[in-house]
């Protein structure tokens, strides 16, 4: 596990939005796995702007979801779907065509998150999986003690998470209470996975997923299991790291071949 520390989430947004135009020059059509909330923003304006400069063709990238409310109304603005085209796919100049999600408003739910586990594989796997951290730990949907080997799933969300997720609603209330997520194992599955995490709220969080021992109780230390996870994450977010020094002595003294 590689371990970046920026200045501010600005920085943390160029740097990943960097990797992902360095990807689609190598590959065009990469599967670019995204994740939804305020975290990842700053990665989806730098990486619009560089479509947008011409520093980067996305025009047939492909971008698939992380996870979706259950029971949301189709065209609902706070559904994924709805965020992820909002946010991503709109901006890069992209159509639906090019999007994957599961659908949280199918009357066979369960089926759904099969449906969606086996298009994943069909389109070859995710490139790149952008990730965000919980303050329990959580990633996607997975929420602690989820299984390390999970796969596609229904998930029930703690209250902590709903909490969380408010500020996107009108209330509490009005978050549901039930999701689809990638598995953790789907999750690793992915070639390259990158977890950013900004904010001092995140601190604890980040520290225990890089630091700590694998465990369910704190999902994203599944990381620790992959050949090719970096966690970027800015002065705040570090700021519980007991190795904090060594990362930025690495970090420092890498190689510009080695890229993100």
């Given at each position: 596990m590689e371990v970046v520390i920026v200045p501010d989430s600005a920085t943390g947004g160029e740097l990943i939005a960097e990797a992902m135009a360095a990807l689609l020059r190598r590959k065009p059509d990469a599967l670019l796995g995204v994740s939804t909330g305020s975290t990842p923003l700053p990665v989806y304006k730098a990486l619009a702007a560089k479509v947008r400069d011409f520093?980067?063709?996305?025009?047939?990238?492909?971008?698939?979801?992380?996870?979706?409310?259950?029971?949301?109304?189709?065209?609902?603005?706070?559904?994924?779907?709805?965020?992820?085209?909002?946010?991503?796919?709109?901006?890069?100049?992209?159509?639906?065509?090019?999007?994957?999600?599961?659908?949280?408003?199918?009357?066979?739910?369960?089926?759904?998150?099969?449906?969606?586990?086996r298009a994943l594989?069909?389109?070859?796997?995710?490139?790149?999986?952008?990730?965000?951290?919980?303050?329990?730990?959580?990633?996607?949907?997975?929420?602690?003690?989820?299984?390390?080997?999970?796969?596609?799933?229904?998930?029930?969300?703690?209250?902590?998470?709903?909490?969380?997720?408010?500020r996107f609603f009108k209330g509490v209330e009005e978050v549901p209470h039930h999701v689809i997520t990638q598995g953790i194992g789907t999750i690793l599955q992915a070639r390259h996975l990158v977890l950013l995490a900004t904010g001092e709220a995140k601190a604890h969080a980040v520290a225990l997923a890089v630091e700590g021992p694998l465990s369910a109780l704190v999902p994203a230390s599944a990381l620790q299991l992959h050949p090719h996870a970096t966690v970027v994450v800015d002065e705040a977010a570090a700021s519980s790291l007991k190795l904090a020094d060594y990362f930025r002595a690495t970090y420092a003294a890498k190689p510009l071949w080695q890229g993100l």
């Open positions: 520093e980067v063709d996305a025009s047939h990238a492909r971008i698939c979801q992380l996870d979706e409310y259950v029971g949301l109304p189709s065209g609902h603005p706070e559904a994924y779907r709805s965020v992820v085209l909002r946010e991503v796919v709109e901006p890069l100049g992209l159509t639906d065509a090019s999007f994957m999600g599961p659908d949280g408003s199918a009357d066979d739910v369960a089926a759904a998150c099969l449906d969606y586990e594989a069909e389109a070859g796997g995710v490139d790149l999986q952008l990730l965000g951290i919980g303050t329990d730990g959580h990633i996607g949907f997975n929420e602690p003690c989820s299984s390390l080997a999970s796969r596609t799933r229904i998930k029930t969300l703690t209250e902590q998470t709903r909490q969380d997720n408010a």
